[in-house]
């Protein structure tokens, strides 16, 4: 993957001057502009520089590794982290190893994250409200969240005219069609279309259908055949069937062909023979669309038979063998309604999949999923959402769960010029939920008003959000996907990173912290090279060697920005005589001045003076009894900018 490379630091302002091409061009004429004038000074430039001089501090790899860690490059932080820990132990605060281990982590060395993240709990570090994945179905349900989404297109066996109700038989699938080149020519007077009757088609691996045919036997007719279900060893199969039984119909009262179930048996050379008609039919309402229980002992069907509290209602009888069977039992006013409910099907989950045009849905006829309790009666009912349902009809849904495939019928789409019903198959798609917030590093508030950017591998933005006082941000993404989080708010240094998404759906939360661009004078130096204090011994003037680290920065900027005219000024503590202290601190700066111009820079570019104790940084005046550390931050010196 290309990354972009960021170059940013945690301790300047952003951006470069365009006057850097000659090292021998003017100074910057911007005197209305300060901030412009200093633009182009990059602190992380300066550090590595002072590295490859051969000085280094645990402050300077700490420095180096937050301005690698707050962009978002992990695999250039860990280079840093990992030599502050080595080379620094003692002087490690407990912050760095987690950001230690959030670097190693993105970077796949797993190991030693887990290790960095141990020793930060252990020293009292805390865990921000992130970092933590669920998985638990329950758990998901109970956030309203679908944990998959669905790739839906028509299968190759489509015809221009009807073709649906799709079923399972053993390795292939079996559904309802017509036109299909067979010698049954009648057509149904609502719509002059051909009748259907059931063909079967080759299924492979990934659900492509192929060499649709006729199924032989006596399990076709001159009338409507349609949504089968067939027994796991594939002998025996349930179907509808117009009210058609030896060759004649029947209808009832107002002279309507009802629909009815029946059963068939395959024979030895693979015809469909023995048709029986289910003994809870009758010539005054309907019975169909059958499905049977895993353990094949129980058929559901719809039906608009007496105590259907609708249109038409869900049911089942118990298969007692020998062609009898116990009483209809509907399921329940929990899931029967006033309206519609068909289509049932009870898939390898014991989930029962049905259509129903009960409120809420996406219009039509919608596909919904119901769930059994323990004692076999319906627990939850769920709407099963788009692409599948749309706002036509959907229905004659089936599914394996454990191939994540299946097949539904849908008027809505009319794909291959379709007039009337055509299949679908759907193919789940693994999502998730990544959720997290926005805290300042510093202060741990939230940070309404940032953008969060989900981006592809590719660092295309793919989605923006802007979150609200609650810092909080979601999206929806794929497992086992590869992802870029960025955060960016006027005023802070944005973050970028990295996540992997596991290969199950669920719900990720992780945190993005953004660091306060650093609020420095325009032209302090030392602030934006985030200098250490050049502190002094009491009552003297030479650079201590903790010194030179700081130094060489300075050093290392002057070199790389020709145009960087400085002055140094010291200062003392408020011990001692005023005029003695500032004699001093002008010695103090002479000496800072020196050891720069020492290492080879012009001394028309540096200037030096001493303030004595003028410009205390604390309550230490005279006469006031402080302790050695709080004198000691009176004795410092600073580096200015000049025009």
């Not at 638990?136 to 297109?153: M, R």
């Not at 062609?323 to 029962?352: A, C, H, M, Q, W």
């Amino acid at each position: 993957m290309k990354r972009t490379k960021i170059i940013l630091t945690t301790l300047i302002l952003v951006f470069v001057a365009a006057n850097l091409m000659s090292q021998n061009q003017k100074r910057i004429e911007v005197a209305n502009q300060e901030f412009d004038k200093y633009d182009f000074i990059d602190a992380q430039e300066i550090y590595l520089m002072v590295v490859k001089d051969g000085y280094h501090s645990a402050e300077i790899y700490k420095k180096l590794g937050d301005t690698y860690y707050y962009n978002g490059d992990y695999f250039s932080a860990v280079k840093w982290y990992e030599k502050l820990l080595e080379t620094y132990p003692n002087d490690i605060e407990t912050e760095y190893y987690y950001r230690a281990s959030e670097s190693f982590k993105s970077s796949d060395n797993k190991e030693t994250s887990q290790q960095l993240l141990s020793k930060y709990l252990e020293l009292g570090g805390v865990l921000p409200k992130s970092e933590s994945f669920k998985s638990d179905p329950e758990y998901l349900k109970k956030l309203g969240l679908i944990p998959s989404k669905y790739v839906v297109e028509p299968v190759a066996i489509n015809t221009k005219y009807s073709d649906f109700g799709p079923a399972y038989y053993k390795d292939k699938l079996v559904f309802a069609a017509s036109n299909r080149d067979t010698k049954n020519f009648k057509t149904h007077n609502w719509n002059n279309l051909p009748y259907l009757d059931l063909f079967v088609a080759d299924m492979d691996e990934a659900g492509n259908l192929s060499n649709a045919v006729e199924l032989q036997g006596e399990i076709n007719t001159p009338y409507h055949e349609s949504t089968p279900a067939f027994t796991k060893d594939g002998k025996t199969v349930y179907f509808t069937r117009n009210n058609f039984t030896k060759g004649k119909t029947a209808s009832d009262r107002h002279r309507t062909i009802k629909l009815k179930l029946y059963k068939a048996t395959r024979s030895a050379n693979g015809e469909w023979s023995n048709v029986v008609e289910l003994p809870f039919n009758s010539n005054q309402y309907s019975v169909s669309h059958a499905s049977l229980s895993n353990d094949e002992k129980r058929l559901y069907f719809a039906s608009d038979m007496p105590g259907t509290f609708g249109q038409a209602d869900l049911w089942y009888v118990d298969i007692l063998g020998n062609d009898t069977y116990g009483d209809p039992v509907n399921l329940g006013d929990k899931i029967n309604t006033r309206g519609k409910e068909t289509f049932p099907f009870i898939s390898e989950n014991n989930n029962l999949y049905f259509s129903s045009y009960r409120r809420g849905g996406e219009g039509g006829l919608d596909v919904y999923v119901a769930t059994f309790d323990e004692d076999g009666l319906i627990d939850t009912i769920s709407n099963f959402g788009a692409p599948v349902n749309s706002r036509q009809d959907d229905f004659g849904f089936i599914i394996q769960e454990s191939k994540k495939m299946g097949f539904f019928t849908s008027n809505a789409r009319g794909g291959r010029g379709s007039i009337d019903d055509e299949i679908y198959r759907f193919t789940e798609v693994c999502v998730m939920t990544i959720n997290g917030d926005v805290t300042d590093t510093d202060t741990k508030d939230f940070l309404d008003g940032t953008i969060v950017s989900l981006m592809d591998e590719d660092e295309q933005i793919i989605e923006n959000v802007t979150v609200e006082a609650d810092g909080r941000y979601s999206f929806t993404v794929e497992c086992d996907s590869y992802y870029f989080l960025k955060g960016s708010k006027e005023g802070y240094y944005s973050q970028q990173k990295p996540i992997r998404t596991p290969k199950e759906g669920g719900v990720l939360e992780t945190s993005l912290e953004l660091k306060l661009k650093d609020p420095c004078p325009p032209n302090d130096l030392g602030c934006r090279l985030s200098l250490q204090p050049i502190y002094f011994d009491y009552d003297k003037a030479d650079i201590r060697p903790d010194a030179e680290i700081e130094l060489a920065k300075i050093l290392a900027a002057m070199r790389q920005y020709p145009q960087l005219v400085i002055s140094i000024e010291s200062h003392t503590d408020s011990r001692g005589n005023d005029k003695y202290n500032e004699k001093l601190s002008g010695k103090r700066a002479k000496s800072t001045l020196e050891w720069i111009s020492n290492q080879g820079v012009d001394t028309e570019r540096l200037s030096s003076i001493g303030f004595g104790e003028a410009q205390l940084q604390n309550r230490c005046g005279n006469d006031v009894e402080c302790t050695e550390e709080e004198h000691q931050l009176n004795r410092r010196s600073m580096f200015l900018i000049q025009n």
